[in-house]
Nanobody, 126 residues
């Protein structure tokens, strides 16, 4: 069982930056692929970024490519999402997710993940 706790959300003006963090419980964080998803009010939960257990070959949704960076620190059981050049359309609840796997195939569907955090809210004002 893995528990995930996100933090770092908030209110920011368009063009600004935020860094989200997701801390995982357990001793085998390095055995998990991690992902970030977001859900705007009334919309489905959408893929944002994913990173395999090794931290190599991160993968991004086209809508955030070049602006967001996913990274992980296995020693700290933490995955990050650095968000730059934020836009009002980035406003959503952001969720981290985990699945136990040592493959490096990008996982972009909500169905690919077994564990979810409670979410952190990001609001970008225009």
């Amino acid at each position: 069982q893995v528990q995930l706790v996100e933090s770092g959300g908030g209110l920011v003006q368009a063009g600004g930056s935020l860094r989200l963090s997701c801390v995982a419980s357990g001793r085998t964080f390095s055995h998990y692929a991690m992902g970030w998803f977001r859900q705007a009010p009334g919309k489905e939960r959408d893929f944002v970024a994913a990173i395999p257990w090794s931290g190599t070959s991160p993968y991004y949704a086209d809508s955030v490519k070049g602006r967001f960076t996913i990274s992980r620190d296995n020693a700290k059981n933490t995955v990050y999402l650095q968000m730059n050049s934020l836009k009002p359309e980035d406003t959503a609840d952001y969720y981290c997710a985990a699945v136990r796997t040592l493959t490096v195939v990008p996982r972009t569907s909500t169905r690919d993940y077994d564990y979810w955090g409670q979410g952190t809210q990001v609001t970008v004002s225009s």
